[in-house]
């Protein structure tokens, strides 16, 4: 599949992207110049408005009512239990429901304090501020003490073993406390001898802390191994909530991906038939995966549970385990690279959260004894920490805005910085509404922090906004190098396993870091070699699957984007219709901005 990141984190050497996919940059067509970028807007502009914000986290206590449902022996609704659930709008469903309202709506988070956005200047141009400078300088690295931070999102199947695995990694972590496992086996009614773990719930029962209202950021948890403080994104494994997936890798470093190793269940899981794989009724580890590559994630762990399934009661047997193991890898391996994730780069192991073999200590079980292969907590510390890119003009998506808090006052946002830093006192710029506030104080988990730099998540109390002034997709930046705010745009897709060509007047739902939006295609400016980038057809009709274009995309509101050269987590557009994950891509111009 042409890729199109352009591995520069260090996992792959750009020869061999150039062996394995040519080059990286295909050859754009002759492009309408725009006097100096600057916004024109074009007869057919719909209207304005902030980024249309994706549903908060529905409450754990439906999460509890799944897993206690599973522990009954009821088939829980698939997917359910995170997120949010069937009956709350999905972030495509709302941002389509904005599509009806947007007419004549003005940007609910403007207001007569807005101030203008200064003349574009270029990032070249900025340099660090000597108070930033010095907040660096005192915390050199980490803070003292601190490991690198790593973003960790697992991803898989709905079912798959996620939960129950993470969940008894924390815990075996020391992230999750004896106690609380306590509790929550009494909780469950459990007698010991139940079919029914309590380490699913560990996860659920953050989710729940968050419906409450306790300050924890976007994560669902933190962890510590011996070398990363590792933050975990979810990333739920049913077709309505990979838009929740979408957003959680794209802010993550690294991804594990759970599959399960029942008999049966990796089948079920990888299935592209009947109706492909895509959001129509196959599992969701071929969508996670393609979606992860294309979000910009180049490291990834497979990690294949379940294996105690295989003999019924218990191992099956160190042959039939290992038979087993080998039998997902040699399927999976050729997809994960088609995908770009290559062979020899990927992280492979088996583990349980049922059993705990193979988390942080070597198996216990002696059917395992033939893996001399990494544990899960060997792989997260073999991955590469965050990216700082600490000299860039700041930039912060809110990923989630938190609930009033006295510390934080309020209006809090929580994301991860995408570049530059910020110390309390620093002005920032709220886009799209253009409001200049001040950052009245940093947390990290509730821990005060002087400093926030780029890869760190953070919670940010800003100083003079009210309730309802900032949204989930707004984009805290520099006030004087302000975040685009993006009305048309050319981007460079691959599209994924769709029945529907893309045409021109197609519409679609445009998802950016953790915004959504909807757009429409407005042009197919070209189709592309998908191996070599090269213009393949001027102006096509229409883009079938696995193909790669160049489209303008119109948004219906306008969204913080820019272009993927400058800023990747900024850069990144998935195009989803109809619940399907469409097509992928960066954004190569900014044609209509502000
Ligand atoms: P998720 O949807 O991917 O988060 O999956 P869960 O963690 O909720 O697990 C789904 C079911 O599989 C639960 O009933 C778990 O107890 C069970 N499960 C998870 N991991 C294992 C494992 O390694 N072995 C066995 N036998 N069952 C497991």
Redesign the pocket.
């Known amino acids: 599949m042409y890729d199109l990141d352009d591995f520069d984190d260090g996992y792959y050497d750009e020869e061999e992207y150039y062996e394995d996919y040519g080059p990286p940059k295909p050859k754009a067509p002759p492009q309408k110049p725009k006097a100096g970028g600057a916004k024109a807007p074009g007869p057919s502009s719909m209207g304005k408005g902030v980024c249309q914000a994706a549903p908060k986290s529905a409450g754990g206590a439906r999460g509890r009512a799944v897993?206690a449902e599973?522990a009954r022996g009821f088939p829980a609704a698939p997917?359910a239990g995170r997120g949010f659930g069937f009956t709350s709008p999905s972030p495509d469903e709302e941002a389509l429901s904005a599509r009806k309202d947007s007419a004549g709506a003005g940007p609910a988070s403007a207001s007569a304090a807005a101030s203008a956005a200064p003349a574009r200047r270029p990032l070249s141009e900025y340099d660090l501020e000597a108070e930033l400078v010095e907040a660096c300088f005192r915390e050199p690295g980490e803070a003292p003490g601190s490991l690198p931070a790593l973003s960790l999102v697992v991803l898989?199947?709905?079912?798959?073993?996620?939960?129950?695995?993470?969940?008894r990694l924390l815990s075996e972590t020391g992230a999750v406390g004896k106690e609380r496992i306590h509790r929550l086996q009494r909780d469950m009614g459990g007698d010991g001898g139940a079919?029914?773990?309590p380490?699913?719930w560990v996860?659920d029962e953050r989710t729940e802390e968050r419906s409450r209202g306790v300050t924890v950021d976007v994560a669902s948890a933190r962890f510590s191994t011996s070398r990363r403080s590792v933050r975990v994104l979810d990333a739920?494994?049913h077709r309505d909530f990979v838009p929740n997936a979408i957003a959680g890798a794209s802010q993550a470093d690294a991804a594990l991906l759970?599959v399960?190793g029942?008999i049966g269940g990796f089948e079920k899981g990888f299935s592209a038939a009947p109706g492909g794989s895509l959001g129509r009724g196959g599992g969701q580890t071929r969508e996670h995966v393609q979606l992860a590559r294309c979000l910009g994630i180049s490291q990834l762990a497979v990690c294949v549970?379940?294996?105690?399934?295989l003999g019924g009661a218990g191992y099956p047997g160190a042959e039939a385990a290992q038979e087993r193991f080998e039998a997902v890898r040699q399927q999976l391996e050729p997809f994960l690279s088609k995908a770009g994730f290559r062979p020899g780069t990927v992280q492979w192991l088996p583990?349980?959260?049922?059993?705990g073999?193979n988390l942080v200590c070597r198996p216990a079980a002696p059917e395992l004894a033939w893996f001399q292969g990494p544990t899960v907590a060997d792989a997260v510390d073999a991955f590469k920490a965050s990216d700082r890119r600490v000299e860039m003009p700041f930039r912060m998506p809110v990923a989630e805005v938190l609930p009033k808090s006295r510390d934080l006052g309020a209006t809090p946002a929580a994301g991860r910085l995408e570049a530059g830093a910020v110390v309390a006192g620093t002005e920032v710029r709220v886009a799209p509404s253009g409001r200049v506030v001040k950052v009245k104080k940093l947390q990290s988990q509730g821990d005060p922090r002087e400093l926030a730099r780029a890869g760190d998540a953070v919670e940010i109390g800003l100083l003079g906004l009210e309730e309802g002034e900032l949204r989930q997709g707004d984009v805290l930046c520099h006030p004087s190098f302000p975040v685009p705010v993006v009305q048309r745009l050319e981007a460079r897709v691959v599209t994924l396993d769709i029945m529907v060509p893309l045409l021109r007047g197609s519409e679609v739902v445009v998802h950016a870091h953790v915004a959504a939006v909807a757009g429409q295609v407005t042009e197919i400016r070209a189709r592309l070699d998908p191996k070599t980038g090269a213009v393949q057809k001027e102006r096509p009709r229409c883009v079938t699957r696995h193909q790669a274009a160049l489209l303008v995309l119109e948004l219906e509101r306008p969204l913080c984007l820019e272009k993927y050269s400058d800023y990747k987590g900024l850069g990144r557009v998935t195009l989803r219709d109809g619940g399907h994950t469409v097509a992928v891509g960066t954004v190569t111009e900014l044609l209509e901005y502000e």
């Open positions: 897993k599973k997917g898989g199947h709905v079912d798959a073993g996620k939960s129950t695995l993470m969940g079919e029914e773990t380490w699913a996860l739920p494994g759970v399960d029942a549970t379940k294996l105690d399934t583990a349980s959260g049922r059993t073999d």
